[in-house]
């Protein structure tokens, strides 16, 4: 069916883009997230260290690209 067809389209297209958009910024530690969440900045120094120079902090589980 032709509308089966574009729905499958249409979240493939989702699920790549989602994908490419988290490579490209890294991915957030679970601390920071959390802190995120909540309207905060994660106040860990490590994780202050690693914002300055535009990175996740890979001490707390953050991955950068
Ligand atoms: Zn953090
Ligand atoms: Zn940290």
């Given amino acids: ?3 089966l067809r574009l729905c499958a ?3 493939l297209g989702l ?3 989602y994908t490419f958009g988290e490579a490209a910024e890294g ?3 679970k601390c ?3 802190a995120e969440k909540a309207g905060k900045k994660c106040d860990h120094a ?3 260290e690693a914002a300055k120079d535009g ?3 890979e001490k707390c589980g953050g ?3």
Avoid: D, E, P, S
């Fill in 27 to 29: 991915q957030k530690a």
């Fill in 63 to 65: 991955k950068n690209k």
């Fill in 55 to 57: 990175k996740q902090c």
């Fill in 15 to 17: 699920a790549f883009g």
């Fill in 1 to 3: 069916m032709r509308t």
């Fill in 32 to 34: 920071c997230q959390k």
């Fill in 46 to 48: 490590c994780c202050v």
């Fill in 9 to 11: 389209l249409l979240a």
